[in-house]
Nanobody, 117 residues
Framework: QVQLVESGGGSVQAGGSLRLSCTMSASTARIATIGWFRQAPGKQREMAAIISTGDRANYAPAVRGRFTISRDYAKNEVYLQMNSLKPEDTAVYYC???????????WGHGTQVTVSS
């Protein structure tokens, strides 16, 4: 069974940085497109960044230029480096894997990111 485990969330002041990590099995790391999604209170879950197995990255307009997604195949991890954080980045951040035609169908439990002004 595919498992994704997020870590690295926390509380920071506006302008600060955090790095989220998503750990997965080796088989998932080899074949899956991995995405970081986020859900703020009272809002729908939205995509923040996605990285393919060919290391092509896509970002939501709200985070482009501030967030960087990357993956380490040796460690079976995907990272989300978040810089210049804003209060509106406050959300639960989820790691998700898309390994087949069903798309993003496997999710971690999420990690809380809180940015204070």
């Amino acid at each position: 069974q595919v498992q994704l485990v997020e870590s690295g969330g926390g509380s920071v002041q506006a302008g600060g940085s955090l790095r989220l990590s998503c750990t997965m099995s080796a088989s998932t790391a080899r074949i899956a497109t991995i995405g970081w999604f986020r859900q703020a209170p009272g809002k729908q879950r939205e995509m923040a960044a996605i990285i393919s197995t060919g290391d092509r990255a896509n970002y939501a307009p709200a985070v482009r230029g501030r967030f960087t997604i990357s993956r380490d195949y040796a460690k079976n991890e995907v990272y989300l480096q978040m810089n210049s954080l804003k209060p509106e980045d406050t959300a639960v951040y989820y790691c998700s894997a898309a390994a087949g035609p069903a798309g993003f169908d496997t999710w971690g439990h999420g990690t809380q990111v809180t940015v204070s002004s």
